[in-house]
């Protein structure tokens, strides 16, 4: 959770972070620490159900989507639309887990991957980003 904390200040200007990793990876432990590190004092939790939470109380909105159960990238893609718009009305940070749902190009996104290491620890790699670094995340920014 402390990366996620310090995640938060990196992410400034990002408007979209994009989570891939299997089941049980830490994706939603990443966006608590996120979330704190945004001052954001209520609990954090999985949106798996309920597909998608809104955290405002922050210095940021954190709307935090998780896309697993939609197997149907309609479904997905309209819910993802209706979430971005009320992010950018906020001026929020989207954070969606299982973008694989979802079948549109989202270009100014930070995209990270979550994976096990051998010795139960985890390693966040950043996948890829846009051409716009004043918009999301870049490799120098994540040190």
Not at 86 to 109: H, K, Y
Request: net charge negative; charged share 25%.
């Amino acid at each position: 959770m402390t990366f996620g904390e310090s995640l938060a200040n990196q992410l400034r200007y990002t408007k979209i972070l994009l989570l891939d990793g299997p089941l049980g990876a830490g994706k939603t432990s990443l966006v608590k620490g996120i979330g704190k590190g945004l001052g954001i004092n209520e609990p954090i939790t999985s949106p798996t159900f309920a597909l998608a939470h809104h955290y405002l109380t922050g210095t940021r909105a954190l709307l935090h989507l998780d896309l697993y159960r939609l197997e149907d990238e309609t479904a997905a893609n309209a819910l993802f639309i209706e979430e971005e718009e009320i992010s950018n009305q906020l001026n929020g940070l989207i954070v969606i887990e299982w973008p694989s749902r979802l079948n549109l190009l989202i270009d100014d996104a930070c995209r990270m991957r979550i994976s096990y290491l051998s010795n139960e620890g985890r390693e966040v790699e950043l996948i890829s980003s846009s051409k716009d670094s004043k918009n999301v995340c870049t490799s120098e920014e994540l040190g």
